[in-house]
Every structure is written in C-alpha cells, then in structure tokens.
C-alpha cells in the first residue's frame, strides 16, 4: 500500500513538472510541438487524475 501511494505521488509531481512547462512555452514553442494554446489549457486542466 504504501508502494501505491508512493508511485501516485510520484506521478503526481511528474505531471505537475509537466503542467508547468507547458504553462511556461510561448505560442510558437506549443505550436512546434503541434498544440495551440487552448489545447494546453485544456491539457492543464485535465489534472493529475486523468494522466
């Protein structure tokens, strides 16, 4: 159990580092990558959770 939670704030972090990247990239940087601002957004969002 304690495993579990171990990984699940594992993932959690990753996907916060995430998050904050994505926030951090210019539109022509997200547009590189094949995203538009609002996907990002909506990406962010998403939370944790859903990853």
């Known amino acids: 159990m304690a495993r579990r939670a171990l990984t699940a704030c594992q993932q959690y972090l990753i996907t916060r580092r995430k998050q904050q990247t994505l926030r951090q ?3 022509a ?23």
């Open 25 to 27: 990239l210019s539109d």
């Open 29 to 51: 940087q997200l547009s590189d990558i094949g995203l538009t601002r609002t996907q990002a957004r909506a990406h962010i969002h998403n939370g944790w959770f859903w990853e």
